[in-house]
């Protein structure tokens, strides 16, 4: 499984084929739910995570996919349900007795120590050899392209280089998992993008286990092989970054992850005429004239609002007086001068096969 | 390959996964020391004496008998004792005034004027003579007011020493000298205490939006009218905090009493005397009850003002 | 909140009058310290010697009462840090039933007068039948002084990230080697802060010593007999001086370390 993966990682990702079935299990969650008194952090979620997989919990905050993450690094026990980890029954185990490691949102260096010995840390107190651990801290310094920043403390580093020896200082260890509570939250823009790739390629060079909890479904999509989308405690959706976009399978999955327009109750039955609510992306309607086929759905509306991406433009749609919805169309299209003006009367349309049936009505 | 080290560590980890185990005995370990103490030999000593208020003084044999009797909290209101508390009670009142007065403008200069070096340099001198040694403080000012001492000594350069003894002349405040006089002795109360009125007071003071006042200014409010409106409402909090240790610490003191002032008993003095000189512990113990009980009132007076958050 | 209107001068006047006021009696006691008069507290002063400082360390009821203190306050330290730092690991982070209960049982031995504390200790051990001695001493400083290293160690761990703990724990460290690694690094300087604090508090601490003192006379006893007893002026004076000092300087050295602390915590957000 392992071998494959580094022969060619990429197909794996492009593809986005689920893990198969010989996979070998990293971490399983059975049932596993968080309560914290009357409040439900984590509601009966069941798991399974492979080794060499970069797996991804996707969710807004408080949805539960920190607590989850620290269930499975021991900060914290589930009230039920188990863990196991590498097969292992972790259920009290303390994190300082598990095969993982952690990347902390604020990085949690600790100040006093210097970088090098931050890394040197978990070695140290394994017991590791003086000469071994500095070694390794040093490789792990370098393995992160710090190699020159060893001897000072965390807090004269910029806020990328601090992520990077947290980093170093979680790998030093070889865990076979790694678990990432948001570590690029705290950076700005371009450089999140480009420790994205970093991360990425770093992950496929060592092949370990990833977890990786983040807010942001863009970063999700593109790094993920696969994403667990969490809402208010509860699992949405285990899926690959294409089939969560293109197969949503309930209306918060759908809402959350990429822009889409959501039908619901009666309107869905109007407009498709079958009992179900729906989702449509907006890049998958565009305006039409004339009447619809038996593969597409036209409806009319009047368009309220245009927005100018760049790239694309979205024109919001209002149907029948209180639906609205979002159309996309590429940019270089505005050129052509069929494109309506806000106030006009239009027809918007798209294919039967686009549609995402999200649940009986 | 068990070396004594290796089962050394060996048993470190097994306390410590334990103790992660079972997170409940972990905070009872911690905590059972210093409840054991607490719990036990602090509120134990404070219910012993509760309960030796009520037992019996036999005056003729000078013993305690450990015979319940209401007799000690009746004594409480006689003329002479009653008087002891009020006395306590002005003096206290009277010390909390005076500090406040003198302290609210020191922290209002603290924090609106006091920048750069300055701000560090009244952050210490009023920290420093806090903490200072008590008993020193008391000593020192048993100097300056000594007759022929540093005090006198200004007054009569300045020429005003008739206006002294005029001053000193007048019941209630004065004395036969400055050191044995009320004036003295509320002198060197609210000098002892002064401190822990100002830093409440200033810490009030900064929480206090300064736009505030620049509104209350804009609005067409008079300097006077923005203290008395704006400003004074809302560092209450801050007053009644620091009157909290002013007038809690006023009302348990013995020292001052003994050195400074003219004679008449305080509540501490009380309490020592009979406790000490008479042996009268249930007397002595039906004393303390009194700073107990009004101190306890004034605190739930202050939590309403919300002094407690300003602390 | 800083004005930049201009400041009135009697404000300015009171505001640094208030300060002088606060350190007079200081500067007072540091100067008659080195009069050469003998007999009174008469002004202006005569002139300036060092010969009380060398008969004050001549008289051995005064090294006595030195030692005694200088016990007394590392022993009460050395508890206070104990219990105060059990106490404040204990409960910093747990909330749980009767923690406000506990946290204020710490809290009233300084909030109600010492001679509640001092008389309530004293009658306490008479019932216990214990007679009162050096040791009596150190457990009714301990009683007021544990709050002090409380209130500074559970500041300084409301400040330390919890996350610090759970990443050791993460990279491996047990219990202990957290403790030893970790948490007692970032703690120092405030355990070292509330430790100082309570030795100032213990080294001149009188209202509770009087209570629970036997026949041992510390320090800031020695001096109160002085003080209604005049006898030996100039060599109280000496004594007054060495008892300011040894408040004075933890004191100072307490605020640099909490405050240099927190300006490197601040420059590393």
Known sequence: MRAVQSLDPGLHRHHGRPLNVEMVVAVELNTVSRFYGEVRALDHISATIGEGEFFSMLGPSGSGKTTCLRLIAGFEQPTTGSILIHGKDATGVPPYERDVNTVFQDYALFPHMTNLENIEYGLKVKGVAKTERKQRAQEALAMVALPDLGKRKPWQLSGGQRQRIALARALVNRPRVLLLDEPLGALDLKLREQMQVELKALQRKLGITFIYVTHDQGEALSMSDRVAVFN?????????????????????????????????????????????????????????????????????????DIQYYGAHSRYEVEIAGSLLFSVQLASESSAQDILPRVGDEVMIGWSRRAMVHLGDL | MTTPVK????????????????????????????????????????????????????????????????????????????????????????????????????????????????????YIAVLLPMWASYIVKVYSWTVILAKGGIAYWFINQAGLGHALESLLALPFIGGNTLSTSHLGRLLVFSYVWLPFMILPIQSSIERINPNLLTASADLGARPGQTFRTILLPLAMPGVVAGSIFTFCLTFGDYIIPTLVGPSGFFIGTMVYTQQGAIGNMPMAAAFTVVPIVVIGLYLTFAKRMGAFDAL | MRSDGKCPFWLKFVAFGG??????????????????????????????????????????????????????????????????????????????????????????????????????????????????????????????????????????????SQNLI????????????????????????????????????????????????GPERTLPIWLLNQLTRPRDVPITNVVALVVMMATLIPILCAYYMTRGKESIEGSGK
């Open chain 1, 232 to 304: 208010a405690g509860r699992l949405e959706q285990i899926d690959t970054p294409q089939n969560l976009y293109m197969r949503p399978s309930t209306v918060f999955v759908a809402n959350f992850v990429g822009t889409s327009n959501v039908v619901e109750g009666r309107p869905a039955l109007d407009i498709s005429g079958q009992p179900h609510s729906f989702s449509i992306r907006p890049e998958h309607i565009s305006f039409v004239q004339g009447p619809p086929t038996p593969e597409t759905i036209h409806i009319s509306g009047r368009l309220v």
């Open chain 2, 7 to 122: 089962s050394h560590i060996a048993l470190r980890r097994n306390i410590s996964s334990f103790l992660y185990r079972r997170s409940t005995v972990y905070l009872l370990l911690l905590l059972l020391p210093p409840l054991l103490w607490f719990g036990i030999v602090y509120l134990g000593s404070l219910l012993a004496l509760l309960v030796q208020s009520g037992y019996t003084f036999d005056d003729f044999s000078m013993t305690v008998l450990p015979v319940f009797t209401w007799k000690n909290y009746q004594n409480l209101l006689l003329a002479a004792n009653f008087d002891i508390v009020l006395r306590t009670f002005a003096m206290a009142t009277a010390v909390s005034l005076f500090c406040a007065c003198l302290g609210f403008p020191i922290a209002y200069y603290m924090v609106r004027y006091a920048g750069g070096w300055q701000r560090g340099f009244f």
């Open chain 3, 166 to 213: 759970e990443a050791s724990m993460d990279l491996g460290a047990d219990g202990m080697q957290t403790f030893f690694h970790i948490i007692l690094p970032n703690i120092a300087t405030a355990l070292l802060a509330g430790g100082v604090l309570a030795f100032a508090l213990s080294f001149d601490e009188i209202i509770v010593t009087t209570f629970t003192a």
């Open chain 3, 19 to 160: 300060i002088f006021f606060l350190h007079f009696p200081i500067i007072v006691i540091a100067a008659y310290a080195f009069n050469t008069e003998e007999s009174a507290f008469s002004f202006p002063l005569q002139g300036f010697t060092l010969k009380w400082f060398a008969a004050a360390f001549a008289r051995q009821d005064i090294l006595d009462a030195i030692t005694l203190s200088l016990k007394v306050a590392s022993i009460t330290t050395a508890a206070a840090i104990v219990l105060g730092t059990m106490a404040a690991a204990a409960l910093y982070r747990r909330s749980f039933f009767g923690k406000e209960t506990i946290t204020l049982i710490f809290i009233l031995p300084i909030a109600l007068p010492g001679i509640i504390t001092g008389i309530a200790l004293l009658s306490a051990f008479r019932m216990a039948g214990w007679d009162l001695n050096f040791w009596t001493i150190v457990a009714g400083h301990t009683t007021f002084c544990v709050v002090v290293v409380y209130n500074n160690v559970i500041a300084r761990f409301r400040r330390t």
